[in-house]
């Protein structure tokens, strides 16, 4: 069965580069979500969209945007990256917002 | 405000028997669902079970069951003859569904290692 695919798996930037993140969700799925994941912790939920549509927003910095293209593939833009922003990244995707959420293996990201 | 508590640090358990990985939550809410994600050490993020808050039975897939027991707001799970495989940190996590309108996101517990011992 097709899965949650995203590109790329593992990116290194320096402080104050920009990097992109893309989702490729599961197909028909309508929903994707983004989370980011610091070493030794849980996943936090980021940014959420429906229908390409931005559903609903969680503790993103000011720094990062996102969105839904109307293939349902989604990106997320992170500009003046921080050492704090090493993590790994999951997307993830459901049908409609009370489907089962399946992830995607994750990117990530260094920031040195 | 959601939350989800996983007090289990790390369990061990032997080879071929059950282990029981404890999660409880607290929400208002009276619709949420619960879920329960396997992370290998490779990271990624594989989803194990699925249990609603309305629904009347456990959750069961495979070797994984949901022992969702909803007055004491805990929904633990249970891995049948584990194996060396199994060995992996284990979130659980809660999404509700508030004022009529679904947001989707989970809020997840702080994880539990889980190995196995041959």
């Given at each position: ?38 070493p030794g912790q849980d996943p936090q939920f980021l940014i959420s969209f429906y229908e390409k549509m931005q559903s609903d927003k969680g503790s993103i ?52 | ?6 007090t289990q640090p790390g369990m061990f358990v032997q080879e071929k028997e059950a282990v029981t990985l404890d999660c409880t939550y607290d929400t208002s ?90």
């Amino acid at each position: 069965a097709a899965g949650v695919i995203q590109s790329p798996r593992h990116l290194i930037k320096e402080k104050r580069e920009t990097a992109t993140l893309k989702c490729y969700p599961i197909p028909r799925h309508d929903t994707v979500y983004w989370y980011q994941q610091g070493p030794g912790q849980d996943p936090q939920f980021l940014i959420s969209f429906y229908e390409k549509m931005q559903s609903d927003k969680g503790s993103i910095p000011d720094r990062f945007s996102a969105q839904q293209f109307s293939d349902y593939h989604s990106e997320l833009n992170m500009s003046s990256l921080e050492l704090g922003d090493s993590a790994l990244y999951f997307c993830a995707s459901s049908s409609n917002r009370q489907g089962k959420q399946y992830f995607g293996p994750g990117t990530r990201l260094t920031v040195t | 405000a959601q939350k989800i508590t996983q007090t289990q640090p790390g369990m061990f358990v032997q080879e071929k028997e059950a282990v029981t990985l404890d999660c409880t939550y607290d929400t208002s809410d009276p619709s949420y669902g619960l879920f329960w994600y396997k992370q290998p050490s490779s990271g990624e993020m594989i989803f194990l079970i699925y249990q609603g808050s309305y629904d009347q039975q456990n959750a069961t897939e495979g070797r994984y069951s949901l022992n969702f027991q909803k007055a004491r707001k805990s929904a633990n799970l249970v891995i049948s003859a584990s194996q060396l495989g199994d060995s992996a940190m284990y979130f659980c996590a809660m999404r509700v569904i508030s004022g009529g309108t679904s947001y989707g996101k989970l809020t997840f517990g702080q994880g539990t290692i889980l190995t196995v011992h041959p």
